[in-house]
């Protein structure tokens, strides 16, 4: 079902869209990062005292520890256009009757199809509209036609040449692959991915051109998810489906359920992605897209429609997992908890629905106590408040940052504060709060004058992607809440973890703004909220 927040937020862009002239297309080269959860533009400086340092850019055929390797691109390719067999061959079949909301079918239309269609700039009205029309047209706010590209690591240690959203299938060597890494070349927002082995079970999370984990021993990938989140997931769905090693073309799955095969001693030689415009009907077959003796991922309980979690091997599941509008849920037993949970060393609250709350300020207000962790490679703040005699345990909210190299790691204080802070040259920001030397957490960026209308779009934009000089840059609300709630003397401790984003994941941008806007959306001045 289309997202009411979606509505809102198309509605919003249309009605800045109609106030200006017309789409400022981004000229900015984009590179990838190795394993970086997002990607790596322009250098934007803060203050002299900082450092900044060149970022070395592995090419698509360098895997992680750096090493240079050849590129292979074999195998058959199957056509685009061709349908799923709808009944995948072998034991193992799962059918729709496989337990309580088997497989949730492609989204329907909860709202106008015309009005989506209109903001995108389709012809909904003709009726000959097929499958291109959902996923090729252009953003309505910056003009661009976003693509994910994906590539395959061989049992080798190599990277296939790959394949993206808009060239269909790309086969591996006949051998299948042992992991999977997915990069936006064009798009605001995030991809994350896991695969699955038989001798491994489900990998963790990999995002924005990080390589799954593999361990060298040539396990073979038998199932995929991938899920995207922000301004590309309000946009767009992710379609995927995969073709197995025996030939049985499977259907298409979307945005985290599973595609692939589960205990069945087949696994994926081939993979398709499609973006498709989000509230548009997908017209290719949706029903099977993974072959085991039950299908694995969140169903929904036909009785309550709340969610549940089914695994393939049939037994009991404990853990996290998403649904496909991205929400996070925990099970026990399969059962989704809710309430005040103490999981994995934390205490989180979730809904009547089972889904993690990730801002607790409406449920308990301002505490006035709480400290900082910055995962500096997931660019993720997490405030924490305590939890009584248990310390700050609580994932109290979480906000996206711009980091830079030189951002120091290590626990500080912060110990001074300036509404607004000239930096260097033209650059201005402001709710500042210095922690170590010239660094600051602070506001994205200003030009010209301490004015809340002389505003960079572009470090909005691409907030979360592109590089400071070490200073941590927050949207504006982000930067005036920690300003007026964290007192002079908040600790703030910056460290690295590849793998885990914290507690409550990482935030994206949700909307983009044309390049010409000359103010943050968040701004307290603009918004009238005073976090």
Same mark, same amino acid.
């Given at each position: 079902? #289309?997202?009411?927040?979606?509505?809102?937020?198309?509605?919003?862009?249309?009605?800045?869209?109609?106030?200006?002239?017309?789409?400022?297309?981004?000229?900015?080269?984009?590179?990838?990062?190795? +394993?970086?959860?997002?990607?790596?533009?322009?250098?934007?400086?803060? &203050?002299?005292?900082?450092?900044?340092?060149?970022?070395?850019?592995?090419?698509?055929?360098?895997?992680?520890?750096?090493?240079?390797?050849?590129?292979?691109?074999t195998g058959a390719q199957i056509p685009s256009g061709q349908q799923g067999t709808g009944a995948a061959q072998g034991p193992g079949v799962s059918d729709a009757t496989s337990g309580p909301g088997y497989v949730e079918g492609a989204a329907e239309n909860s709202f106008s199809d015309d009005m989506l269609a209109a903001s995108?700039?389709?012809?909904?009205?003709?009726?000959?509209?097929?499958?291109?029309?959902?996923?090729?047209?252009?953003?309505?706010?910056l003009g661009q036609t976003f693509m994910l590209h994906g590539q395959m690591l061989t049992s080798d240690g190599q990277l296939t040449t790959g394949f993206t959203t808009d060239t269909g299938v790309f086969s591996s060597p006949q051998d299948g692959f042992c992991g999977l890494k997915i990069r936006m070349d064009v798009g605001?927002?995030?991809?994350? @991915?896991?695969?699955?082995?038989?001798?491994?079970?489900?990998?963790?999370?990999?995002?924005? &051109?990080?390589?799954?984990?593999?361990?060298?021993?040539?396990?073979?990938?038998?199932?995929?998810?991938?899920?995207?989140?922000?301004?590309?997931?309000?946009?767009?769905?992710?379609?995927?489906?995969?073709?197995?090693?025996?030939?049985?073309?499977?259907?298409?799955?979307?945005?985290?359920?599973?595609?692939?095969?589960?205990?069945?001693?087949?696994?994926?030689?081939?993979?398709?992605?499609?973006?498709?415009?989000?509230?548009?009907?997908?017209?290719?077959?949706?029903?099977?897209?993974?072959?085991?003796?039950? @299908?694995?991922?969140?169903? @929904?309980?036909?009785?309550?429609?709340?969610?549940?979690?089914?695994?393939?091997? +049939?037994?009991?599941?404990?853990?996290?997992?998403?649904?496909?509008?991205? $929400?996070?849920?925990?099970?026990?037993?399969?059962?989704?908890?809710?309430?005040?949970?103490?999981?994995?060393?934390?205490?989180?609250? #979730?809904?009547? $629905?089972?889904?993690?709350?990730? !801002?607790?300020?409406?449920?308990?207000?301002?505490?006035?106590?709480?400290?900082?962790?910055?995962?500096?490679?997931?660019?993720?703040?997490?405030?924490?408040?305590?939890? +009584?005699?248990? +310390?700050?345990?609580?994932?109290?909210?979480?906000?996206?940052?711009?980091?830079?190299?030189?951002?120091?790691?290590?626990?500080?204080?912060?110990?001074?504060?300036?509404?607004?802070?000239?930096?260097?040259? $033209?650059?201005?920001?402001?709710?500042?709060?210095? #922690?170590?030397?010239?660094?600051?957490?602070?506001?994205?960026?200003?030009?010209?004058?301490? !004015?809340?209308?002389?505003?960079?779009?572009?470090?909005?934009?691409?907030?979360?992607?592109?590089?400071?000089?070490?200073?941590?840059?927050?949207?504006?609300? !982000?930067?005036?809440?920690?300003?007026? $709630?964290?007192?002079?003397?908040?600790?703030?401790?910056?460290?690295?973890?590849?793998?885990?984003?914290?507690?409550?994941?990482?935030?994206?941008?949700?909307?983009?703004?044309?390049?010409?806007?000359?103010?943050?959306?968040?701004?307290?001045?603009?918004?009238?909220?005073?976090?």
């Amino acid at each position: 079902m #289309f997202n009411k927040s979606r509505i809102c937020a198309l509605i919003t862009a249309v009605a800045l869209l109609s106030q200006v002239s017309g789409f400022t297309s981004l000229a900015a080269v984009v590179e990838g990062i190795n +394993g970086g959860p997002g990607v790596s533009m322009e250098l934007s400086g803060e &203050e002299t005292q900082d450092q900044t340092a060149s970022q070395q850019t592995p090419t698509d055929t360098q895997i992680q520890d750096g090493s240079q390797q050849p590129q292979q691109d074999t195998g058959a390719q199957i056509p685009s256009g061709q349908q799923g067999t709808g009944a995948a061959q072998g034991p193992g079949v799962s059918d729709a009757t496989s337990g309580p909301g088997y497989v949730e079918g492609a989204a329907e239309n909860s709202f106008s199809d015309d009005m989506l269609a209109a903001s995108m700039g389709i012809d909904n009205t003709d009726p000959n509209v097929g499958m291109d029309a959902g996923r090729v047209a252009p953003d309505p706010v910056l003009g661009q036609t976003f693509m994910l590209h994906g590539q395959m690591l061989t049992s080798d240690g190599q990277l296939t040449t790959g394949f993206t959203t808009d060239t269909g299938v790309f086969s591996s060597p006949q051998d299948g692959f042992c992991g999977l890494k997915i990069r936006m070349d064009v798009g605001i927002g995030d991809v994350f @991915y896991r695969v699955y082995t038989d001798q491994h079970g489900w990998s963790q999370w990999a995002m924005n &051109e990080m390589i799954t984990p593999y361990g060298g021993d040539g396990a073979k990938v038998t199932a995929i998810q991938i899920r995207t989140t922000g301004y590309i997931r309000n946009l767009y769905n992710i379609y995927y489906r995969a073709v197995l090693n025996d030939g049985t073309v499977l259907d298409w799955a979307h945005d985290g359920q599973t595609a692939g095969t589960i205990g069945t001693g087949r696994y994926i030689q081939s993979l398709e992605m499609k973006l498709w415009q989000n509230g548009l009907k997908f017209y290719e077959p949706t029903r099977q897209h993974m072959v085991a003796a039950h @299908y694995e991922g969140i169903a @929904y309980d036909p009785a309550t429609g709340l969610a549940l979690y089914s695994a393939a091997s +049939g037994q009991p599941y404990t853990g996290w997992a998403y649904d496909t509008d991205g $929400n996070k849920y925990y099970f026990v037993n399969s059962q989704r908890v809710n309430g005040w949970q103490y999981i994995d060393g934390y205490k989180y609250f #979730f809904d009547n $629905n089972g889904v993690v709350v990730r !801002d607790l300020e409406p449920i308990m207000g301002k505490t006035g106590d709480y400290k900082l962790k910055l995962n500096k490679e997931m660019k993720t703040l997490t405030v924490y408040t305590r939890d +009584g005699e248990n +310390g700050y345990i609580i994932p109290y909210k979480v906000f996206l940052t711009t980091v830079g190299d030189a951002t120091p790691l290590g626990t500080y204080n912060t110990y001074v504060k300036y509404r607004w802070k000239f930096m260097h040259d $033209n650059i201005y920001c402001q709710y500042l709060a210095r #922690f170590y030397n010239g660094y600051l957490m602070h506001s994205l960026i200003y030009e010209d004058v301490p !004015d809340s209308y002389h505003f960079e779009a572009g470090s909005y934009n691409y907030h979360g992607k592109r590089r400071s000089d070490g200073c941590v840059r927050l949207t504006a609300a !982000d930067a005036a809440w920690l300003y007026n $709630n964290c007192p002079t003397g908040t600790s703030i401790t910056i460290y690295e973890d590849y793998w885990v984003m914290g507690p409550l994941d990482r935030p994206a941008i949700e909307w983009a703004i044309p390049m010409n806007q000359n103010y943050d959306p968040t701004d307290p001045a603009i918004t009238g909220i005073n976090p």
